[in-house]
């Protein structure tokens, strides 16, 4: 019996597009393509087994083993650090993390700089560097209305297309680092899976390199 790679996809948009990869790779799934509520497929023929999660739970999947490889964006892997190999930049879902602030804002260097965020740890390591000193307030989203609110004086947040901090009368300050969509593999499974993970790596590399 063939081998089966376990690999978590994150759901919505950037997932799809993973998938496509996957299946141009030669790995493809024909059920996951019908419309229902199921998160787990297979195709035993290619030794695949494909499994929907949030995107920011893909590197738990893959360092806990449950999963052998997976998609997650390097703003995931960045703030939790996981414990996982990082084989290939898939080129995709290509942002970068940035330090944002309405227009007027002069930073006070004396100051305790108030800096909203969904990514308390990028932050943090960030602003250490600098050895500035900074409060984190930890939101979970809309993170644009925070300055705008007084709540805090710059954000830290995904920038993609800059459309939502024009709309919100922001501007990007720094720029942190550039994001992409990454392929990571749990240490064990790559170990043990070593042959299947690398053709599979290989063959996805293939694929980037296409898209150009
Ligand atoms: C992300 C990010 C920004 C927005 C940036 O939010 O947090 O708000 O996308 O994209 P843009 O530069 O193309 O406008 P997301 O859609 O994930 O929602 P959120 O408010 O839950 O963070």
């Known amino acids: 019996m063939k081998t089966m790679i376990n690999v978590a996809l994150p759901k919505g948009r950037l997932g799809e597009k993973v998938y496509r990869y996957f299946k141009n790779a030669g790995y493809e799934c024909p059920s996951i393509e019908e419309t229902n509520r199921k998160l787990i497929f297979e195709n035993p023929d290619k030794g ?3 499994f929907w999660v949030k995107p920011s739970d893909v590197p738990i999947y893959v360092e806990r ?54 990514f308390p740890n990028i932050a943090g390591n960030f602003y250490a560097e600098k050895c500035r000193d900074i409060d984190i307030i930890k939101l979970n989203g809309s993170i644009e209305i925070a300055p705008i609110l007084e709540l805090s004086d710059v954000i830290v947040d995904i920038v993609e297309t800059g459309t939502t901090l024009k709309e919100n009368d922001l501007e990007v300050v720094e720029t942190i680092v550039p994001i992409s ?6 240490k064990s499974g790559y170990k043990f899976k070593n042959e299947e993970i690398l053709n599979i790596r290989k063959s996805l590399e293939e694929q980037v390199r296409l898209q150009g």
């Open 48 to 50: 695949v087994r494909y």
């Open 181 to 186: 969509a990454r392929l990571i593999a749990n």
């Open 65 to 118: 083993g449950a999963a052998d490889i997976g998609v997650a964006g390097k703003d995931i892997l960045l703030e939790y650090e996981p414990d996982v190999y990082e084989l290939l930049d898939l080129n995709m879902g290509k942002c970068r993390m940035a330090v944002a602030a309405k227009k007027d804002f002069r930073d006070s260097k004396g100051t305790t700089l108030r800096v909203a965020t969904k």
